[in-house]
C-alpha cells in the first residue's frame, strides 16, 4: 500500500486531466470515482473526487472549484530510460501546455512535469567537477532534454 498519494485540485477538469493522463502512461487506471449529487457542492454527476494509477503510481484528482491553480513550486518527475520515451512522454504532456526548460514543460491542465533520463543525474554527479560543469551547461540550453547531447558535453564533445 502506498502510504503517500498525490492530490491534484482542479476547477472542473479532473476527469478529463485522468484521462489524458491514463492515455500517456502504460500500465494505468482508474481506481474509484466518486460523483457529486444532488448536494452539490458540484454540478451532479461530475467527478467529486477520482482515485486513478499511472504506471503504478496512485493519484488523487478533486473537481473543487477555481480557488487554487498549479504552480512550478510542485512537480511531477516521469523518468524515462530512452530518448524514445523522453521524446513520447515531452510532447503528449506538453500537447495545449508550454514547454520550458531543463526538461520541464506545464500541462494542458497547468501541472508541472520535468521528463528526464536517470543518467542525467549520474552525469550530474560525477566525481570529474569539469565534466558535471559541461553537463549542466548543455542542460541549461536545453527545453526538452537530449541524451545524446548530455553523453557529448559530458565526454567533452
Same mark, same amino acid.
Given at each position: 500500500?502506498?502510504k503517500?498519494?498525490?492530490?491534484?485540485?482542479?476547477?472542473?477538469?479532473?476527469?478529463?486531466?485522468?484521462n489524458?493522463?491514463l492515455s500517456?502512461?502504460?500500465?494505468?487506471?482508474?481506481?474509484?470515482?466518486?460523483?457529486?449529487?444532488?448536494?452539490g457542492? @458540484?454540478?451532479?454527476?461530475a467527478?467529486?473526487?477520482?482515485?486513478?494509477?499511472?504506471? @503504478?503510481?496512485?493519484?488523487?484528482?478533486?473537481?473543487?472549484g477555481?480557488?487554487?491553480k498549479?504552480?512550478?513550486?510542485?512537480?511531477?518527475?516521469?523518468?524515462?530510460?530512452?530518448?524514445?520515451e523522453i521524446?513520447?512522454?515531452?510532447?503528449?504532456?506538453?500537447?495545449g501546455?508550454a514547454?520550458?526548460?531543463? @526538461?520541464?514543460?506545464?500541462?494542458?491542465?497547468?501541472?508541472?512535469?520535468?521528463?528526464?533520463?536517470?543518467?542525467?543525474e549520474?552525469?550530474?554527479?560525477?566525481?570529474?567537477?569539469?565534466?558535471?560543469?559541461r553537463?549542466?551547461?548543455?542542460?541549461?540550453?536545453?527545453?526538452?532534454?537530449?541524451i545524446?547531447?548530455l553523453?557529448?558535453?559530458?565526454?567533452?564533445?
Amino acid at each position: 500500500m502506498q502510504k503517500i498519494t498525490p492530490f491534484l485540485w482542479f476547477d472542473t477538469q479532473a476527469e478529463e486531466a485522468m484521462n489524458f493522463y491514463l492515455s500517456i502512461f502504460k500500465n494505468s487506471q482508474v481506481l474509484s470515482c466518486s460523483r457529486y449529487g444532488d448536494a452539490g457542492p @458540484g454540478p451532479k454527476g461530475a467527478v467529486m473526487v477520482a482515485k486513478f494509477q499511472l504506471d @503504478g503510481q496512485d493519484f488523487m484528482a478533486l473537481n473543487g472549484g477555481p480557488h487554487f491553480k498549479f504552480t512550478e513550486a510542485i512537480s511531477l518527475v516521469v523518468s524515462c530510460e530512452t530518448q524514445e520515451e523522453i521524446d513520447e512522454k515531452w510532447e503528449k504532456l506538453a500537447e495545449g501546455g508550454a514547454k520550458s526548460q531543463c @526538461g520541464w514543460l506545464k500541462d494542458k491542465f497547468g501541472l508541472s512535469w520535468q521528463i528526464v533520463p536517470p543518467i542525467l543525474e549520474e552525469l550530474l554527479q560525477d566525481k570529474d567537477p569539469e565534466k558535471s560543469k559541461r553537463v549542466m551547461a548543455a542542460m541549461m540550453k536545453m527545453t526538452k532534454i537530449e541524451i545524446a547531447t548530455l553523453k557529448q558535453a559530458y565526454d567533452g564533445q
